[in-house]
């Protein structure tokens, strides 16, 4: 228990120091989103390619740990569906964002920093594919799916092409295959243009925890309690649980990597949730 607090602590201190700096106005609206942008495009995709630089995963990828992860957020993602259309009688495009809501975890911000303190340098190459593979089921499959439930499966084809020709310009997505590309190529960084990338990688933890506190300041709901507690409750109670019982008894995943999986499923909602709700319009005030 020391352990999981001293980990977690100083993480949750940098989030509440972000969400003090917006409520007392020391951040304002454009600077908050200067912040983001600074994490999204520079400081994030550095810290993601330097730390695939020095991880194993191009030396393959134990498919188990994504079967238990994504297995468990499908099962999740069908509970969401079925209950917040029958409990709450939600129309198709936000039983949509419900159901993402319910498994998108906040990996990229929360969830590598706090794997990597937990867990150590073992821990990059799952931690690091869980944050890719996420971000292409938001990009892709969250964006697909929000233009069939409103209504428009005549431009899915259309839709789909936007999104993938969007992937090369999603710094985040991009980062990991350059590196393994250089990784398999054993091309190895120049020193300057290396420590080019470090610097920017140090800054990402606390730039990130923080960039994410100030976005939580500024965020207001009006659905409905209960609807909302059921949500969280799939979030960070069913969710791992799933994910456990699908790593431990069906996969039989490694202890690091049950622990990798179930840290990443008990994260909150990913800030791409937030984002893809607000463009269609859906689950958000």
Not at 17 to 46: D, H, M
Request: aromatic share 8%; with cysteine; hydrophobic share 55%.
């Amino acid at each position: 228990m020391d352990q999981v607090i001293g980990v977690a602590l100083p993480l949750f201190a940098i989030i509440l120091c972000g969400y003090i700096a917006r409520k007392k106005q020391l951040l304002n609206e454009v600077s908050t989103t200067g912040l983001v942008n600074l994490v999204y495009y520079f400081l994030l995709p550095a810290f993601l390619f330097i730390k695939t630089m020095s991880s194993t995963l191009h030396q393959g990828l134990d498919w188990r740990l994504l079967g238990s992860f994504y297995g468990a957020g499908a099962i999740i993602f069908i509970i969401a569906l079925v209950s917040g259309r029958m409990l709450y009688r939600h129309s198709r495009v936000s039983l949509a964002i419900r159901g993402l809501a319910a498994i998108s975890s906040n990996t990229g911000y929360m969830g590598m920093p706090l794997v990597i303190l937990a867990f150590g340098s073992a821990a990059i190459a799952p931690a690091v594919a869980i944050v890719v593979f996420d971000n292409i089921l938001v990009l892709i499959g969250g964006s697909l799916l929000m233009e069939i439930t409103q209504g428009k499966q005549a431009h899915w084809k259309q839709a789909l092409m936007q999104v993938l020709h969007g992937i090369p310009r999603n710094p985040i997505i991009m980062s990991v295959p350059l590196a393994l590309v250089l990784l398999i190529a054993n091309i190895s960084l120049p020193q300057p243009l290396r420590a080019f990338g470090e610097l920017l990688s140090n800054a990402a933890i606390a730039c990130a925890l923080f960039a994410l506190g100030a976005t939580l300041a500024i965020r207001t709901t009006k659905v409905r309690h209960a609807d909302v507690w059921q949500v969280i409750a799939l979030k960070l109670l069913l969710h791992p649980l799933i994910v456990f019982l699908l790593a431990r008894y069906v996969f039989a995943l490694e202890p690091l990597n049950i622990k990798i999986a179930v840290t990443m499923a008990t994260l909150p909602v990913a800030v791409n949730i937030y984002i893809l709700a607000s463009r269609y319009r859906a689950y958000v005030n």
